[in-house]
């Protein structure tokens, strides 16, 4: 018999400290097979934010730089531009990204800068426990928005892979979900191709994922997984919105 | 012919492996771990095939699979 | 002995060279006024030795475009003015909080809010007592000269290299507009090796730069390492004396008003007076020790600054019991003459 499915290198063999079914463990072990496949691990240098997240560098077997809150891209191009034959990328909430980080997202985007950001999109501020973030959905319940998100009185999620996509220096930009195993195989490939991207130096990658926050969303991690599918798909469309590599794309 | 192995002291009992098996052979039993979490094992060991989507679908890497 | 390469320099202008001799490869910045000379240096020359120059979207953009250079060990400089270094203060406590080294400079305008464009010398606090969150310092150097401009923060990167540290240089709009002439340095910044830097775990351990500490206790610890360095930073001390040997008075001034205040102190020595002038030139660490020994034979001292009253309160803590301290102080908005502070000078000589 072979090994088919173990622990990638580039995760440090320690228990997570996440909640039971938040996607997180997921996305980071993707992020680490990633890692592995393009033997990247040496050669990479994370700009990590705030948040659940905020441990990369308990769990990531490779250099971390601790950024403050929304300024990872910042960060990110710091590190880059002084050492570009590194691999460089983010890993952001939708706070650190969507809310206070969105002006450093946009504009590392804009400069092209050749970095990854991963973008981890749960619809709430998980860390803090609950709050409203910019991509809640109408009639959420959140702590800060208790009698649930009114358009009217706190404005429309953002969708932040759209508005990546429309940045003339973004090379590559999808969303996905790891919430079906369907979903995951794909978030797979746009993941290994927002890295492609950065190792063959075309630019600036993105990649958007729907994510679950059982706990905050106060549901069990099959509901929350259903609620990624029936809820958050159709606002938040799965796909890639710009494929610059792609000879026929826009 | 496959083999799955839980490292029991890391699940979390989140149950999405279970949901992940086409075969639907695994379950959320009633041990608790080291951590208090109820954890995932397989029932049906025979007809595992490695298709490993458990494993993938795992948020806490509990999961390894020989084929 | 070759003849010194002297030329006639913009103090901003001056800031740029400065850095660019000490090996700064790497700028972050965003206009503002009055020290938009800086970028503009830099956007124009850093290319041709490989450097790299990037207008940043905002201020808070370009100080962690700072730190994430300085954590992989390059050395790299941001500049701004009194609003934008306000937008700074996070990244340099995190910078600060995590030991990574980078140059501020501060070319300090008028104040609070959009204030105005003249010189100031308001940002004393902001600079000295951390501007940004907890306990933490930063070195500052508070030159008076465009020659100053450039050896101050030629000499700004090696202390930031030397202590892990962000260090701020403090000028204000009248040393980054005025134009002298000034000897240019050879270039040969002093190496230092940097095991901490992050250059991808190749050939070591992954390692990782923080300032976050929730276990219990290490935050503590973490907080009084960065005590001891902040003690061990005292031998940086430097100040300037000018005709305190026999002086009755001593006048204490930083930067630009120090400058004026030279000729103040040359009327009122040519009228008889006997005042010196005691220059601070780091201003953290502030030069407590030498004002204090000052202060043992010179009983009588005067402050004055650009703003409502910051350095005065250093001045106080410093000198001796019983020594009186006077003070002038003039808010942004007005330059004082010499003549001005020469007749500030009269009205409180004894």
Redesign the interface.
């Known amino acids: ?7 990638p290198q580039s ?1 440090k063999d320690v ?2 400290h ?9 996305i980071h ?1 993707l992020v680490a097979e990633c890692l592995d496949a393009y033997e990247l691990r040496e050669k990479t240098i994370c700009a990590a934010s705030v948040g659940c997240s905020v441990f990369m560098y308990d769990y990531f077997d490779i250099d971390v730089c601790e950024s403050p809150h929304g300024r990872a891209a910042a960060v990110a191009t710091g590190i880059k531009r002084t050492r570009p034959e590194n691999f460089v990328f983010t890993y952001q909430g939708d706070g650190d990204l969507a809310a206070l980080g969105i002006a450093e997202g946009i504009h590392a985007a804009n400069r092209g800068e050749n970095i990854t950001i991963i973008f981890v999109n749960n619809t709430i501020y998980g860390m803090t426990g609950g709050q409203m973030a910019p991509t809640t959905m109408q009639g959420q319940t959140t702590t800060t928005s208790p009698y649930g998100r009114d358009f009217a009185r706190e404005g429309y999620p953002i969708r932040m892979a759209e508005l990546m996509s429309m940045v003339e220096g973004t090379t590559y930009c999808s969303r996905v979900a ?1 919430n079906t ?1 369907k979903n ?2 794909q978030a797979k490939k746009a993941l290994k191709k927002a890295f492609e991207v950065q190792i063959n130096n075309l630019g600036f990658s993105f990649v958007e994922f729907l994510s679950s926050c ?1 706990t905050n969303w106060k549901m ?3 509901k929350a ?1 259903q609620r990624i599918q029936d809820e958050l798909i159709p606002y938040f469309p799965l796909g890639v919105f710009k494929d610059k590599t792609k000879a026929d794309t826009n | ?3 799955v192995v839980f490292q029991e ?2 699940c ?5 492996c279970v ?2 098996c086409p075969k639907k052979g695994l379950k959320v039993s009633r041990k608790l771990n080291n951590q208090g ?1 109820p954890v995932a094992r397989i029932k049906d060991e025979e007809n595992c095939n ?1 298709c ?2 458990c ?7 509990v ?5 | 002995m070759s003849k010194p390469q002297i030329e006639l320099v913009n103090g901003n202008e001056a800031i740029a060279r400065g850095a660019m001799a000490a090996g700064c490869k790497f700028y972050f910045g965003y206009p503002i006024t009055p020290q938009n000379e800086i970028p503009e240096y830099m956007a124009k020359h850093l290319p041709s030795v490989g450097g790299t120059f990037i207008q940043a979207e905002s201020e808070i953009a370009s100080i962690n475009m700072l730190l994430g250079a300085g954590s992989t060990g390059a050395r790299a400089m941001t500049s701004s003015s009194s609003p934008g270094i306000s937008l700074k203060q996070e990244g340099i406590s995190y910078m600060a909080g995590s030991e990574i080294p980078g140059v501020i400079v501060n070319m300090s305008r008028s104040g609070p809010g959009l204030g105005g464009i003249s010189p100031s010398q308001g940002d004393y606090f902001q600079a000295t007592r951390g501007g940004g969150h907890g306990d933490y310092r930063t070195i500052v150097l508070a030159p008076f000269s465009v020659q100053e401009n450039y050896d101050l923060t030629m000499k700004a990167f090696d202390l930031a290299d030397k202590y892990r540290n962000p260090v701020m240089v403090l000028g204000d709009a009248l040393l980054g507009q005025m134009k002298e002439p000034i000897i240019l340095r050879s270039p040969s910044p002093e190496k230092f090796e940097k095991p901490w830097a992050l250059t991808g775990a190749k050939g070591r351990k992954s390692q990782f730069i923080k300032s976050l500490y929730l276990k219990e206790g290490l935050l503590t610890e973490h907080n009084w390492k960065l005590f001891q360095k902040y003690q061990q930073m005292k031998a940086e001390v430097a100040y300037q004396t000018y005709l305190v040997e026999d002086a009755q008075m001593v006048v204490v001034s930083f930067g630009s008003v120090a400058r004026i205040i030279k000729s103040s102190i040359n009327m009122a020595r040519e009228q008889g007076m006997k005042v010196g002038l005691f220059r601070p030139i780091t201003l953290y660490p502030y030069p407590e020790e030498p004002l204090k020994h000052l202060s043992a034979k010179i009983r009588h001292f005067f402050v004055v600054e650009l703003n409502t009253g910051q350095m005065v309160e250093d001045v106080k803590l410093a000198v001796e019991k019983g020594s009186e301290v006077d003070f002038y102080g003039r808010p942004p908005g007005s330059i004082p003459t010499p003549n001005d502070l020469f007749e500030e000078i009269k009205k409180v000589y004894r």
Do not use: T, Y
């Open positions: 018999m072979k090994q088919v499915f173990k622990r995760l228990p997570f996440f909640c039971p079914g938040c996607h997180h463990g997921v072990r790891v195993p995951l195989m059982p069990s991690s099959e997984n | 012919m496959a083999k002291d890391r979390k009992g989140c149950g999405l949901l992940a979490f490695g490993a989507l494993a993938e679908m795992c948020p806490d890497v999961i390894e699979v020989w084929k």
